[in-house]
C-alpha cells in the first residue's frame, strides 16, 4: 500500500526527472565522453576521413597549460571581482532606500528599476552598443560639452563599459532579492533600535544588512556563475570592436570558436568541462567563505 | 585587400548566438526528388543578385531546380555550414572563397566533382579555375577571379607632388611625406591580416607546402620577412590609419574626407565606397598593384571574397546536377552579366576567360571620373598577374582567425609583425601535429 503510493508520487516527478535526465544529465555526460577523445586526421589531412582516438586526460592537460584559455579565466575572474560588489552594492543601495521610504512611490521605483532585467541580454547589449558608439552615440556629443573626448571601446574602457551595461541590467533583479529579503526582517526590531536611540543609518548597518546576508550570499553566486559565462556582451561587442576584443576574449567565446570555427568539438567539450569545474570551486569557495561565521 | 568584415554584422553576431540554422536562413539537406520530377539541389550563399539568380537558373530549367537559402555573411555561414554538416543537413552546393577550400576537405565535407568540371576548364580564367581545386581535384566552380590593384586620391597625391605608386617602396615614401599633414597612406583594420597574407604571397613566400606526404610550414622564409618588413616601417612610421571595417559608416568616411588616401583592392570593394562617398567621387584613380623593388609584377591569389568558388558537399544527393547549376551560374552570359554589376550582383570580376567584357559593369564611372579609361585597363592586366603557385593549408579556417588576433597587437604596437609570424609558425605546426596531420619544416 505504501509502496504503490511512493510509486505514485514519485511519477508527479516524472516530468522534471525526464527533464532533468535529457536537458542536463545526458548532455553533460555526452561533453564528457567526447572530451576524452580526438578527431585525428593523417597524411596531408586532405583525405576528407578522420578516426576518432581516445586519449584519456590529453585535451584537459591541454586546456590546462593553454596560456590563452588561462588568461580568458583570469580575464573574467579579475573583471567579477571588481564588477559583482560594485553591482549587488549599488543593488543593496537602492534596496536599502526603498525599503526605507513607504510612500506610494516605491512601488514604481521598484518596477522602474526592473524594466531593464525585462529587456532580453541581446537587445540590451545592441542598445548600449549604439549609446557607446563614438559616430551615432549620444554620450559622444555629451563628452565633447564639457570638452572631453572619450572612447568606450578603447581597450582599457571595454571592460568598464561591459561593467556599466550588466550594471544597468543585473541591479532591478538583484535589488528585487534583496528587497524581498528586507521584507521579512520584523519590523519590531526597528522600533526597538530607535526606543534604544539608533540613527536609520545605524539600523541599516546593524539590522538590515546582517539580516540579508542570505541574499546577498545568493546573489552572490549567481553574479559569479554569470560572469565568468560572459559571452553575449563580449561577442557583440567584437561586432563593433574587433580590434580590442578578440576572438578569444572569454571562456565561453573560446569554447565557441573552438568548436564552430575551428571544428575541435573534443576539445571544445573538454574546456566546457574544465570551466563548469572552475566555476564549481570558485561557487564553492564563495559559499564557505561567506558562510563561516555563521557556523 | 583588408576588408574582411564589411558592416557592422549584428545580424551574423546574432545569428552567432542563436546557433542554429533555422534561425538564420538555413534549412538544409536535399529535398529530393520522386523518379519523374525535377532533381533539387539546395544552395547556401550570402551574395547580393544570389535570389535573381537562382530564379533565372529555374526559370530555364525543368529537370534541375535550385532552393536557395541566404545567409548573412561569410563568418556566419561558416558557422552554420559546420554544424549543418555535423547533423548531417549539410546544403548540396554553397558559395565560398577559395582560401577555404583545403579547410573544409579536411574537415570531409566536399565531394570530388573534377569529371563534371574539368571538361570546361578552358572557360575559366586559369587561377580562378585552380581556386575550386585542390592538387589537381576539382570541388566546384569558380564565381570570380582575383584582379587586384591600389585605388588612390589622384587630387591628393597632385597637390603633394606624388607620382602614382609604383613600388612598395614609393608607397612607404608617399605615406612618409602625406604623414607629417596627418594622412594616412593606407588603413590596417585590426581584424584583418590579409594585407600580410597578400604580401607575404606577393613576395614569394609559401607558408604552407605540400612535400611527399607531409605539410612544409614556413611563414620566415625570406619573402615572408621581406612582406614584414614592409608593413612594420609603415606601422612604425604612423603612416596608417587603423579603422576597423566593423564600423563600416567611419571606414567609408575616413577614405571619402581624405582621412586614407590609397587602398589595394578588387573589384567589389568599389561599390561600397560608390555608394557611400559624397565628397570625393571623381577624384580616385587606379593604378597597378604595387610591384617589389626590381620584381615583376605579381598580385595575390584569390583572397577576402575575391576568388569566390560555389562548392559541392559530400553530403549532396545530386553532384552531377549540383555541379551543373554551379557551371551554369559561373558562365551563362546572362548570369554572369548579373552577378557582375555591383547594382544587380556583387560586382565581383567574373571568372570566365572573357571576365574584360565586364569590367565595364564592375568598375563605377562616378568613382573614377575622368581616370576611368585608364583604370579599365589596369583591371584587365592584373589578372595576368595572379600568383597561381600558393597553396592555403588544410586549417586555414582556425589559422586566420588566430592570425587575426595576434594582427590586431601588430597595429596597435604590442609586437612586430616578425613576433607574429614567428608565433603562427609554432601555432600553425602545433595545430596541425594536434590533427595528426603530417608536418615537416625547413
Not at chain 1, 166 to 172: P, Y
Request: hydrophobic share 45%; charged share 15%.
Amino acid at each position: 500500500m505504501i509502496r504503490s503510493l511512493r510509486w505514485k508520487g514519485a511519477a508527479f516527478t516524472a516530468p522534471f526527472q525526464l527533464g532533468f535526465v535529457f536537458v542536463y544529465l545526458l548532455p553533460i555526460g555526452y561533453a564528457v565522453y567526447q572530451s576524452l577523445f580526438v578527431e585525428r586526421r593523417s597524411g596531408l589531412g586532405l583525405g576528407g576521413g578522420s578516426t576518432t582516438e581516445f586519449v584519456g586526460l590529453d585535451n584537459y592537460e591541454r586546456g590546462l597549460t593553454d596560456p590563452v584559455f588561462l588568461g580568458a579565466i583570469g580575464r573574467v575572474f579579475l573583471f567579477a571581482c571588481v564588477q559583482i560588489p560594485l553591482m549587488l552594492g549599488v543593488a543593496l543601495l537602492v534596496a536599502l532606500l526603498l525599503d526605507a521610504l513607504t510612500s506610494r512611490l516605491t512601488s514604481a521605483f521598484r518596477i522602474g528599476l526592473l524594466v531593464p532585467y525585462m529587456i532580453p541580454g541581446v537587445v540590451a547589449t545592441i542598445v548600449w552598443v549604439n549609446v557607446y558608439s563614438p559616430d551615432v552615440g549620444p554620450l559622444t556629443d555629451l563628452g565633447r560639452l564639457f570638452g572631453w573626448s572619450w572612447n568606450f571601446f578603447a581597450p582599457e574602457m571595454v571592460w568598464p563599459s561591459i561593467g556599466n551595461l550588466l550594471t544597468w541590467h543585473g541591479i532591478g533583479y538583484n535589488m528585487l532579492i534583496i528587497y524581498a529579503a528586507l521584507q521579512a526582517v520584523p519590523r519590531e526590531m526597528f522600533d526597538a533600535a530607535r526606543v534604544d536611540g539608533a540613527s536609520e543609518l545605524r539600523i541599516a548597518l546593524s539590522i538590515k544588512v546582517p539580516y540579508v546576508r542570505g541574499a546577498l550570499v545568493l546573489t552572490g553566486m549567481l553574479s559569479i556563475i554569470h560572469m565568468l559565462q560572459i559571452f553575449n556582451e563580449p561577442q557583440l561587442f567584437r561586432s563593433v570592436t574587433p580590434q580590442t576584443v578578440d576572438a578569444n576574449f572569454t571562456p565561453i567565446m573560446i569554447i565557441f570558436n573552438q568548436a564552430f570555427a575551428s571544428g575541435n568539438y573534443n576539445y571544445a567539450a573538454a574546456l566546457s568541462v574544465l570551466l563548469a569545474l572552475f566555476l564549481g570551486v570558485a561557487s564553492f569557495l564563495f559559499y564557505r567563505l561567506t558562510t563561516r561565521e555563521a557556523d | 585587400m583588408p576588408n574582411r568584415f564589411r558592416r557592422p554584422a549584428f545580424a551574423g553576431a546574432l545569428c552567432a548566438l542563436a546557433l542554429t540554422n533555422s534561425a538564420c536562413g538555413g534549412g538544409g539537406g536535399d529535398a529530393g526528388a520522386s523518379s519523374d520530377g525535377p532533381v533539387t539541389v539546395s544552395f547556401w550563399g550570402w551574395a547580393n543578385g544570389h535570389e535573381a539568380l537562382v530564379d533565372a537558373f529555374n526559370a530555364s530549367h525543368d529537370d534541375i531546380r535550385i532552393e536557395y537559402a541566404k545567409g548573412t555573411d561569410a563568418t556566419t555561414m561558416m558557422q552554420q555550414l559546420t554544424n549543418a554538416f555535423e547533423a548531417g543537413d549539410a546544403p548540396c552546393l554553397f558559395q565560398n572563397s577559395s582560401e577555404f577550400v583545403p579547410s573544409f576537405l579536411s574537415d570531409g565535407m566536399l565531394a570530388d566533382v573534377t569529371e563534371y568540371v574539368e571538361p570546361h576548364r578552358d572557360e575559366f580564367i586559369e587561377s580562378a579555375y585552380l581556386g575550386a581545386t585542390v592538387q589537381g581535384t576539382a570541388y566546384g566552380v569558380p564565381t570570380s577571379s582575383a584582379p587586384a590593384f591600389t585605388i588612390y586620391r589622384a587630387d591628393v597625391f597632385e597637390e603633394y607632388g606624388l607620382q602614382p605608386p609604383e613600388t612598395w617602396d614609393d608607397m612607404i615614401e608617399a605615406g612618409r611625406v602625406l604623414a607629417e599633414d596627418g594622412i594616412n597612406i593606407t588603413n590596417y583594420a585590426g581584424e584583418d591580416p590579409s594585407t600580410l597574407v597578400t604580401m607575404a604571397m606577393q613576395a614569394g613566400a609559401h607558408w604552407y607546402q605540400i612535400e611527399g606526404d607531409a605539410w612544409k610550414i614556413d611563414l620566415l622564409d625570406p619573402g615572408s620577412l621581406r612582406a614584414a618588413e614592409i608593413i612594420q616601417e609603415i606601422v612604425d612610421g604612423g603612416m596608417h590609419s587603423s579603422l576597423t571595417f566593423a564600423d563600416y559608416a567611419a571606414v567609408q568616411r575616413n577614405y571619402d574626407q581624405g582621412g586614407t588616401v590609397t587602398r589595394q583592392i578588387s573589384t567589389w570593394q568599389m561599390s561600397g565606397m560608390v555608394q557611400n562617398f559624397t565628397d570625393s567621387l571623381g577624384a580616385w584613380a587606379l593604378a597597378p598593384w604595387p610591384t617589389l623593388a626590381g620584381e615583376a609584377p605579381r598580385t595575390p591569389a584569390g583572397t577576402n571574397n575575391s576568388g569566390g568558388v560555389n562548392l559541392v558537399t559530400s553530403q549532396c544527393e545530386y553532384p552531377e546536377q549540383a555541379a551543373e547549376a554551379a557551371l551554369w551560374m559561373s558562365t551563362d552570359p546572362e548570369a554572369v552579366e548579373l552577378m557582375a554589376s555591383p547594382d544587380t550582383g556583387n560586382g565581383l570580376m567574373p571568372a570566365v576567360t572573357n571576365a574584360g567584357d565586364y569590367v565595364d559593369q564592375t568598375i563605377s564611372e562616378d568613382l573614377l571620373g575622368e581616370n576611368y579609361d585608364a583604370a579599365r585597363q589596369i583591371v584587365i592586366d592584373s589578372l595576368d598577374t595572379v600568383t597561381t603557385d600558393w597553396t592555403f593549408g588544410p586549417n586555414w579556417t582556425a589559422m586566420s582567425t588566430e592570425m587575426a588576433d595576434g594582427w590586431a597587437r601588430v597595429i596597435t604596437g604590442e609586437q612586430t609583425v616578425v613576433q607574429l609570424l614567428e608565433y603562427m609558425q609554432e601555432w600553425t605546426v602545433n595545430d596541425l601535429t594536434s590533427r595528426g596531420i603530417n608536418v615537416v619544416t625547413s
